[in-house]
T-cell receptor
Framework: AQTVTQSQPEMSVQEAETVTLSCTYD???????LFWYKQPPSRQMILVIR??????QNATENRFSVNFQKAAKSFSLKISDSQLGDAAMYFC?????????FGAGTRLTVKP | KAGVTQTPRYLIKTRGQQVTLSCSPI?????VSWYQQTPGQGLQFLFE???????NKGNFPGRFSGRQFSNSRSEMNVSTLELGDSALYLC?????????????FGQGTRLTVV
């Protein structure tokens, strides 16, 4: 079974600084999708960034970027210029045709 | 566009009862997927419905079931409730199969079983 591991239960970053959240996954599939979702205290989960496994180029969305290492099965999220509104639980997710798995989450605190 | 709407937001049920949760997807989305979120087990995939057919199912007992209507609205039912079913149940909709696109989540239904 595919597993998704987020090894950092909690992370803290100073406002305006950069932080990287780690995610590794296990799969025997070659075609899949990876996502980072953010769940603020209000609970509604929203998409931060997505990466298709067949794309070698790392995805970027404004201040958010990923470092996708397919061979190493690693998918880390970098948040640049951190803002107070970035404080949330961040979930790494793996989707493929038959399965969807989430990591346990990383709680990010942003210090003013 | 209106987002994904889940009702009710909160529920308290007694062990042994059954419960039905409702999810209205974003207009035009044909996929609705359901998830259980607990502090102990994290976020787990329950099942996905696409065009009224269950497409995928996670590793949950048969007490957890669902259905999807022709307007894409979906319901999830849990029968013979157990204390361990207390959780936040999230619904998400997607324009295509959720396996190859992002999920748009609702705010969830908090179920407490006493």
């Amino acid at each position: 079974a595919q597993t998704v591991t987020q090894s950092q239960p909690e992370m803290s970053v100073q406002e305006a600084e950069t932080v990287t959240l780690s995610c590794t996954y296990d799969t025997s599939e070659s075609d899949y999708y990876l996502f980072w979702y953010k769940q603020p205290p209000s609970r509604q989960m929203i998409l931060v960034i997505r990466q298709e496994a067949y794309k070698q180029q790392n995805a970027t969305e404004n201040r958010f970027s990923v470092n996708f290492q397919k061979a190493a099965k690693s998918f880390s999220l970098k948040i640049s210029d951190s803002q107070l509104g970035d404080a949330a639980m961040y979930f790494c997710a793996y989707h493929n045709n038959n399965d969807m798995r989430f990591g346990a989450g990383t709680r990010l605190t942003v210090k003013p | 566009k209106a987002g994904v709407t889940q009702t009710p937001r909160y529920l308290i049920k007694t062990r042994g009862q059954q419960v039905t949760l409702s999810c209205s997807p974003i207009s035009g989305h044909r996929s609705v997927s359901w998830y259980q979120q607990t502090p102990g087990q994290g976020l787990q995939f329950l099942f996905e419905y696409f065009s009224e057919t269950q497409r995928n199912k996670g590793n949950f007992p048969g007490r957890f079931s669902g259905r999807q209507f022709s307007n894409s609205r979906s319901e999830m039912n849990v029968s013979t409730l157990e204390l361990g079913d207390s959780a936040l149940y999230l619904c998400a909709s997607s324009p295509r199969f959720v396996s190859n696109t992002e999920a748009f989540f609702g705010q969830g239904t908090r179920l407490t079983v006493v």
